[in-house]
């Protein structure tokens, strides 16, 4: 492996914008090192290789002619398949979009070349980011860099195995119920969720539109915070974008570094008390308590009554707006179509096409959701559902009137062998339990490395209120200063 695979996103900026080394080598470090191991990884759908190559010659020829570049100019970036990209396949892991080619980008993607970054190719995912283990995407499941059976999480598997596999420094994801943060933790890898709206979906194949958010996956906060400042801000082609200014998560990320986190007020989740959670998983939480109470932090419980209502009501919200979302893809004007030898009708294309296009989780989840909108029955499930998402909402609202941010781990387990829960969607589901509630209320999280079990790495996630982003990377590069960067078995 490359030395230039191990250094930080930041560090490679640094020495690109130096001249020590060039934006192609650095390039070619993590193409050579994709191509070494990503066979057995599969993080990867798509490698660009020659677009790849030509945004790091652009890079080294503009610093060659004395222009001034941005923090990340030349480090090499992997992006979710669920983000459109110009010229460049993009399946959201699904067979119903095999071969399509958007003729745009999406505005994560514009920002992303508009910053200098090199864009590698596109990352391996659950189906139209449905689902906790990577296990439901067409083309075959990622697998962990720390234990090659098993899961990386999901959907964004592929987005955090390439960071913990260093065939990439950064990677974008995206975020309905938990698919950056739950891939981060099991990965060992810093994932985080920005507010809703901070960062635009415009370009991004939805599934959940009122949960859905990119956000950036990296191996250190501060890679993190580099990354979500050049992707997040106000797109006025998403009615869904905030128009405020983006916190500065930057100065925020080095202010924790310092590991003073005097006057920090953190509240414990009194609801997420360890049922259902894994001895060892709790300890290392546990630890990472005592760990910020001695950087100066004080710590109280705080009771979030209606996050027990969590799970229920985002297998109502979620599949209701994925049943509307995936009505497009119907054999017309996108990629798959199955039947059309002029002995089907057009309906009949349409159900052919989407019989062989969708896989078992979305069929699942759009069966799901159409019943929940269906006539005399909106109002007894997705209604409620809304109505108890209005109750979490209140919750975090009182609990930020008392303290600056809520902790919990990210997942209630590490990382678990393929296979074993793909026979239970609802112990799959049981992933996700304790991201869910940030989703319905649209604040930001992140999750950091906080240790390990058996072996596999355990995160903390850290919640803070909507457009404090950089509440959450003060608290979390101030435990990183105490635990560290954690390192995976060499591949």
Known sequence: ????????????????????????????????????????????????????????????????????LGPLAGVPVAVKDVLATKGVPTTAASKILQGWRPPYDATIVERLRAAGTVMLGKTNMDEFAM?????????????????????????????????????????????????????????????????????????????????????????????????????????PRDSTSIPQPVPDVVAAARLGATGDLTGVRIGLVTEFNGEGAEPGVMAAYRDSIEALTKLGAEVVEISCPHFQYALPAYYLIAPSECSSNLARF?????????????????????????????????????????????????????GQAQKVRTLITRDFTTAFEQVDVLVSPTTPFVAFPFGSRTGDPYQMYLADLFTIPTNLYGGPAISVPCGLSE?????????????????????????????????????
Request: a negative charge; proline letters at 5%.
């Open 330 to 382: 119907d054999g017309v004007r996108f990629g798959l179509r199955t039947g059309d030898d002029g002995k089907h009708s057009l309906e009949e294309v349409m159900s052919l096409t989407r019989e062989a296009g969708f896989g078992p989780e979305v069929k699942r989840r759009i069966i799901l959701g159409t019943y929940a909108l269906s006539s005399g029955y909106y109002d007894a499930y997705y």
């Open 455 to 491: 072996g596999l790495p355990v995160g903390l996630q850290i919640m803070a209120p909507t457009m404090a982003d950089d509440r959450m990377y003060r608290v979390a590069a101030a435990l990183e200063s105490t635990v560290g960067v954690l390192t995976p078995p060499a591949l």
């Open 131 to 235: 689902g906790s283990s990577t296990e439901y995407s067409a083309y075959g499941p990622t697998n962990n860099p720390w234990d090659l059976g098993r899961i990386p999480g999901g959907s964004g598997g592929g987005s955090a195995a390439a960071i913990a596999a260093y065939e990439a420094p950064l990677a974008i994801g995206t975020d309905t119920g938990g698919s950056i943060r739950q891939p981060g933790a099991v990965t060992g890898t810093v994932g985080a969720k920005p507010t809703y709206g901070g960062t635009s979906r415009y370009g991004l194949i939805a599934f959940s539109s009122s949960l859905d958010t990119p956000g950036p996956c990296a191996r250190t906060v501060h890679d993190a915070a580099l990354l979500h400042s050049v992707i997040a801000g106000h797109d």
């Open 1 to 68: 492996m490359s030395d230039l695979t191990k250094l930080t996103a930041a560090e490679l900026a640094a020495t690109i914008a130096s001249g020590d080394v060039s934006a192609v080598e650095v390039a070619q470090a993590h193409l050579d090192r994709i191509a070494a191991v990503d066979e057995r990884v599969h993080a990867f759908l798509h490698v660009d290789t020659e677009g790849a190559l030509a945004a790091a010659r652009d890079v080294d020829a503009r610093r060659a002619n004395g222009e001034e």
